[in-house]
């Protein structure tokens, strides 16, 4: 089964950048859809963008769309997630998770597999 790391999370100001990494081994040989989501004090956990094995075909949620890019690097078996000009609402504790689905969901519930997430904080 494939196992998530995420690194990268911290306090930040409005308006700064901030790429967060996730580190995945794969103790089978396989193929995995890799997707970000956060998860808000009180909130239910959100979608925020996935990306193939491939990393060709990569899909974003709407509110995040122009800001946060999703890319990877299976030398390094890493899978980033770029985030620009942060926002207070982009406060949330970012979780990394994997799939065995081809096409890669939205959906969190179709992820089997998740890291214990990093926190990120924007101030003003």
């Known amino acids: 089964q494939l196992q998530v790391v995420e690194s990268g999370g911290g306090l930040v100001q409005a308006g700064d950048s901030l790429r967060l990494s996730c580190s995945f081994s794969?103790?089978?040989?396989?193929?995995?859809?890799l997707g970000w989501f956060r998860q808000a004090p009180g909130q239910a956990r959100e979608f925020v963008g996935v990306?193939?094995?491939?990393?060709?075909?990569?899909e974003y949620a709407e509110y995040v769309k122009g800001r946060f890019t999703v890319s990877k690097d299976n030398t390094k078996n890493t899978v980033y997630l770029q985030i620009n000009s942060l926002k207070i609402e982009d406060t949330a504790v970012y979780y990394c998770?994997?799939?065995?689905?081809?096409?890669?969901?939205?959906?969190?519930?179709?992820?089997?597999?998740w890291g214990q997430g990093t926190q990120v904080t924007v101030s003003l």
């Open positions: 998770a994997a799939t065995t689905h081809n096409y890669p969901p939205t959906d969190a519930h179709e992820y089997g597999t």
């Open positions: 794969a103790r089978t040989i396989s193929t995995y859809g």
């Open positions: 990306i193939s094995w491939n990393g060709a075909y990569t």
